[in-house]
């Protein structure tokens, strides 16, 4: 289990951090690149996972990685890449959604604990899913039961903004479970929005998650604007003809299927 501070507890270390997102098509490439222009002023560097990293050859202080999707309907769970890529350079990474807009001013430095600090529901995992999501449910339970969890005691951890420090190597358990997690349900076609994913991973690593005073601080000066505000109206990944969505799906339920039946063992422990 991760020794945290308090949240009103001061955390004395500078440590530099980076920012990563997911940009996946044209509409979030171009959001992508806006936030990438407010961020050059705080030199503070933007590590993107995207299917066209070119777009981003004039963007400076942008590290554009090709990405190829994994999660099979929505791409919300391929965030984890971008998140992946980020915690091999970087101490500290600030995942945000790329229509998000910088509002205030940006610490050169953060000061937090290793593990994981996002904004978290009241209610917990079980309750949040009871009451929305009351359909996948059972499934969850499954999950939980596999991954030795306890619904009852998981949060539900807000995908929006996400501020993960190197934890001796538990970051890396956490990006493996959540790929874990979205595979599994996945294949069962139960899909879900990310904060879920994100709350059974970092329980399982022993994460306690909650709002440090940095992530609050920076919370207060970005904001998520949702897709609508860059011209999307349905949910994204979507967009293309029938035939290829469905081929695409199928291949990456496939994938999903071998990466399941090959996964290592211990992180059913």
Not at 1 to 18: F, I, K, R, T
Request: aromatic share 14%.
């Amino acid at each position: 289990m991760v020794q945290h501070l308090s949240e009103a507890g001061s955390y004395d270390e500078n440590v530099p951090y980076c920012f990563c997102m997911l940009a996946f098509g044209a509409p979030y490439r171009l959001a992508a690149k806006e936030f990438s222009q407010q961020l050059q002023k705080y030199g503070v560097e933007l590590i993107v996972a995207t299917d066209q990293p070119d777009d981003f050859a004039d963007s400076p202080g942008v590290v554009a990685i090709k990405f190829h999707r994994r999660s099979i309907l929505y791409p919300y769970n391929d965030k984890r890449f971008a998140l992946a890529a980020a915690l091999e350079h970087y101490e500290c990474a600030v995942l945000v959604d790329a229509d998000s807009t910088i509002e205030g001013e940006l610490p050169k430095y953060l000061h937090v604990p290793p593990g994981m600090y996002a904004a978290v529901a009241y209610k917990s995992l079980e309750e949040t899913l009871n009451l929305y999501y009351a359909h996948n449910f059972k499934a969850w339970q499954k999950l939980a039961g596999r991954f030795k969890i306890d619904l009852k005691k998981t949060q539900w951890v807000s995908e929006n903004l996400v501020i993960v420090r190197r934890d001796q190597g538990r970051e890396k358990d956490f990006l493996e479970l959540w790929a874990v997690a979205d595979r599994w349900l996945g294949i069962r076609r139960k899909f879900q929005v990310d904060a879920a994913y994100i709350g059974v991973a970092a329980a399982k690593v022993g994460w306690k998650v909650y709002r440090h005073d940095d992530f609050k601080k920076m919370r207060a000066n970005i904001s998520h604007n949702g897709h609508k505000s860059i011209g999307i109206q349905g949910r994204a990944g979507q967009s293309g003809n029938a035939i290829s969505k469905r081929f695409n799906f199928y291949r990456r339920w496939l994938l999903a299927v071998l990466c399941t039946l090959y996964q290592p063992q211990k992180y059913w422990l």
